[in-house]
């Protein structure tokens, strides 16, 4: 039987262990962590489910994706909608308005003439490099001001004219339509325990040992006794170079707060906070998704900055994408075997969970095809 070592058991390692191990292949997971699940795992707190590393909605409108998950309990239909507080000059209370905006809602803000004026002479579709220019051929500069721009040196600590427009299209949309789910896929789930058992059961007859760092000098190691790996891990951290590409983390600080009858606090699962008058970029109510049925709720403040690999960081030059691809072909090199690289970490790619799965199922098929 060949057999397969995989580092890493988020979404897209969990995933591709799974399918090898359906297909016949001897599979072991090696996890840094003490739990498997990445970041999208969720805690509690007082029996409340929680977030530690920011809201995680599973959405996606690929038919092979959604039948792999809901073959692993994630089936819990869930309409997601946010909110952004804004902070007018003249209000001294915030002004809850739909993410993304709705031009029907904009109108009742004091400066809809000027914005009404600056959408009438946008170009006929967005364009532009970097994600300022982007943005505002697509909203104008009232609505990019107002929206997007303190948001975005919050988030990832530098002027919005010096990162790359690519994650643009997925992240940023102003609607005419009235549409206020925030996503567009066929399916959406959120189970009411979180995504733990989920990912535990796609790994359920597979081997993991937890608590497992494998770095690069380890690949030797492993390939006498595994054909091939599969890499989920940061290559920058893997080869032992921790920093030679950058990454923008966030640390979220959680409370609990008790609520009339086991209600929530605030009025959405996410409140985007733009305003640089709070030094936090959210704030996420998870007890919005999971419906639990509880006495108090958890309200997490979602603040950028942390030293943790929860975002890559898009320049305009790709210069981080560029490096990692060669920490890749470095990896491949010296490997003593074949390796694949899958999932946001090893590919330095800002996606959605239903990406990283579809990484994990094509990176399986891969993989088999080549130790057929």
């Not at 004091?110 to 982007?134: K, N, R, S």
Request: net charge negative; with cysteine.
């Amino acid at each position: 039987m060949r057999r397969v070592a995989v580092v890493g058991a988020g979404w897209a390692g969990a995933t591709a262990a799974r399918t090898l191990h359906d297909s016949g292949f001897d599979v072991e997971v090696l996890e840094a962590a003490p739990v498997v699940g990445g970041h999208a795992r969720v805690e509690t707190l007082n029996g409340v489910v929680y977030e530690p590393n920011g809201a995680h909605i599973f959405h996606t409108s690929n038919e092979g994706v959604a039948r792999f998950v809901q073959g692993f309990g994630l089936v819990r239909p869930y309409e997601h909608g946010v909110l952004t507080a804004l902070y007018l000059d003249d209000e001294a209370e915030p002004r809850l308005v739909s993410w993304p905006p709705q031009v029907a809602e904009l109108e009742r803000l004091p400066m809809w003439p000027e914005i009404e004026q600056e959408l009438a002479a946008l170009p006929p579709a967005p364009a532009g490099d970097d994600f300022e220019t982007y943005v505002i051929s697509m909203m104008g500069p009232t609505l990019y001001t107002l929206f997007i721009r303190d948001y975005t040196v919050k988030q990832w600590g530098c002027e919005p004219s010096t990162l790359s427009s690519s994650f643009a299209p997925k992240r940023v949309e102003l609607r005419r339509d009235g549409h206020r789910r925030l996503f567009r896929d066929r399916w959406e789930f959120f189970p009411p325990r979180g995504v733990n058992e989920v990912i535990e059961a796609v790994l359920r007859p597979v081997a993991v040992t937890c608590g497992a760092r494998v770095a690069m000098q380890d690949l030797d190691e492993l390939s006498r006794h595994a054909d091939a790996a599969i890499i989920t891990a940061p290559l920058d951290d893997f080869v032992g170079r921790s920093g030679e590409v950058a990454w923008r983390g966030i640390s979220m600080r959680s409370r609990f707060l008790s609520t009339t009858s086991g209600g929530t606090a605030t009025p959405a699962y996410v409140i985007n906070h733009p305003s640089p008058r709070v030094p936090y970029t959210r704030t996420v109510e998870t007890k919005h998704a999971t419906g639990q049925e509880v006495e108090g709720t958890v309200v997490s403040e979602e603040h950028p900055g942390a030293p943790a690999r929860h975002y890559p960081v898009p320049t305009v030059d790709h210069r981080h994408e560029a490096r990692n691809a060669q920490l890749q072909r470095e990896i491949v090199d010296n490997a003593a075997m074949p390796v694949w690289f899958c999932g946001r970490l090893a590919n330095y790619q800002y996606i959605n969970q239903d990406e990283a799965i579809s990484q994990g199922l094509e990176c399986a098929r891969s993989v088999a095809a080549k130790l057929a």
